[in-house]
């Protein structure tokens, strides 16, 4: 008795092929079918960068409804990597979108470096703390102080810096970790 061996498809040729079939008709079953398969890894994602389950919750549904339109006008070699970059974006994007506080300021995801426990006070001294986070600015050296306000208050990503300040992205980052380093030595002083 001979066992015939069965091919198991590759995941990702079903996926090219219902995104093939939800470009054709718009059909956001069809969509939804290829976004299910994903939810978990994309919550995940989402959870990572967002850190509150309700908003990665929303994150999820919202890039959903992105999906309906990109889906069908960008051009997919991998669907399960492709969603992840969406997701990574979409969550990047709603940070940047955020107003910064003086309590994230000094976010340790943000760059690498130890929490900053006197900012986390009442309001009172949280404007006074800033006021003197100005000041602390101001005695930076000129590469630091660039960086570090384009960044933290300008919102600017690295490579907006290197492009706008002519620096190289080593050096950003250097700029960036001692200026912080700086500013947390200055704020000490204060304390």
């Given at each position: 008795?001979?066992?015939?061996?069965?091919?198991?498809?590759?995941?990702?040729?079903?996926?090219?092929?219902?995104?093939?079939?939800?470009?054709?008709?718009?059909?956001?079953?069809?969509?939804?079918?290829?976004?299910?398969?994903?939810?978990?890894?994309?919550y995940a994602v989402?959870?990572?960068?967002?850190?509150?389950?309700?908003?990665?919750?929303?994150?999820?549904?919202?890039?959903?409804?992105?999906?309906?339109?990109?889906?069908?006008?960008?051009?997919?070699?991998?669907?399960?990597?492709?969603?992840h970059s969406v997701?990574?974006?979409?969550?990047?994007?709603?940070?940047?979108?955020?107003?910064?506080?003086?309590?994230?300021?000094?976010?340790?995801?943000?760059?690498?470096?130890?929490?900053?426990?006197?900012?986390?006070?009442?309001?009172?001294?949280?404007?006074?703390?800033?006021?003197?986070?100005?000041?602390?600015?101001?005695?930076?050296?000129p590469e630091q102080?660039?960086?570090?306000?384009?960044?933290?208050?300008?919102?600017?990503?690295?490579?907006?810096?290197?492009?706008?300040?002519?620096?190289?992205?080593?050096?950003?980052?250097?700029?960036?970790?001692?200026?912080?380093?700086?500013?947390?030595?200055?704020?000490?002083?204060?304390?």
């Amino acid at each position: 008795m001979f066992l015939k061996l069965r091919r198991t498809s590759d995941p990702s040729d079903d996926e090219q092929d219902l995104l093939r079939e939800y470009r054709e008709t718009g059909d956001l079953r069809i969509l939804g079918k290829l976004y299910e398969r994903h939810m978990e890894m994309l919550y995940a994602v989402c959870y990572k960068y967002l850190r509150d389950e309700d908003e990665a919750k929303d994150a999820v549904m919202a890039i959903f409804e992105e999906l309906i339109e990109k889906a069908r006008t960008h051009t997919i070699a991998n669907w399960k990597s492709w969603l992840h970059s969406v997701a990574k974006n979409y969550c990047l994007m709603q940070l940047r979108s955020e107003k910064i506080r003086v309590d994230d300021f000094f976010d340790d995801d943000r760059m690498e470096s130890a929490v900053f426990p006197h900012l986390q006070d009442d309001s009172a001294e949280k404007e006074s703390t800033f006021r003197y986070l100005e000041k602390c600015l101001e005695q930076l050296n000129p590469e630091q102080k660039t960086t570090v306000s384009l960044f933290f208050l300008k919102e600017k990503s690295y490579r907006q810096i290197t492009e706008e300040t002519g620096y190289d992205p080593n050096q950003v980052k250097s700029y960036l970790q001692n200026g912080r380093r700086n500013l947390k030595l200055c704020m000490d002083n204060a304390s």
